[in-house]
């Protein structure tokens, strides 16, 4: 169950549909972001990254897909139909990939890629909020779905924080000139 404003249950479906519908939007908006964010990437590490976030948000999409189809068929979320769809969250760079990146980044003078991660990051973070907020207010099943999105999510932020936060530390610390 679902709580809302009033009595603290959301009645019918159709609110949870609203629900799924509005995060599959904002996953489909991360995936396209991604993809658009790869033409602006001069890093092959961070080309690589961004392709493997793109297949994870294929899966949370699919996932999600299949959480509406549940409640559109059964009326409720059958989490045991969506298990193959489980992620475990990816170490997007290794040690060693992860400090020849950043030194990339700084020689190359790569300033769109902070823009980039730094963007990555608040849509991540969004997302994550929104899954835990909902996650908050639902028990069972959906709760268990919502708490799997978040953590996916999560992993994500942790990611591009992690890299918008070097890279502006970075940047911030160079001798710009005179």
């Known amino acids: 169950m679902t709580k809302n404003n009033k009595d603290g249950y959301i009645t019918g479906n159709k609110n949870l549909i609203k ?15 991604f993809k658009s964010s790869l033409k602006r990437m001069g890093i092959g590490a961070a080309v690589s990254a961004f392709k493997r976030l793109i297949e994870e948000e294929e899966k949370h999409i699919l996932f999600i897909k299949g959480i509406l189809n549940n409640l559109e068929q059964e009326g409720k ?11 475990e969250p990816t170490d997007y760079f290794d040690t060693r990939a992860k400090s020849e990146f950043l030194q990339q980044c700084v020689d190359g003078s790569m300033i769109p890629d902070v823009t980039v991660f730094n963007t990555a990051w608040l849509i991540e973070r969004d997302l994550c909020e929104f899954y835990e907020r909902m996650a908050e207010n639902t028990e069972g099943e959906l709760g268990g ?19 918008r936060d070097k890279l502006s530390d970075t940047y911030s610390k160079m001798p710009w000139g005179g």
């Open 145 to 163: 779905a919502l708490l799997m999105l978040s953590r996916w999510e999560k992993s994500h932020e942790k990611f591009f924080k992690e890299y």
């Open 77 to 87: 979320i059958n989490l045991s139909n969506l298990k193959n769809m489980v992620l």
């Open 19 to 33: 629900v799924f519908e509005y995060a599959l939007n904002q996953e489909e908006t991360g995936k396209d972001f």
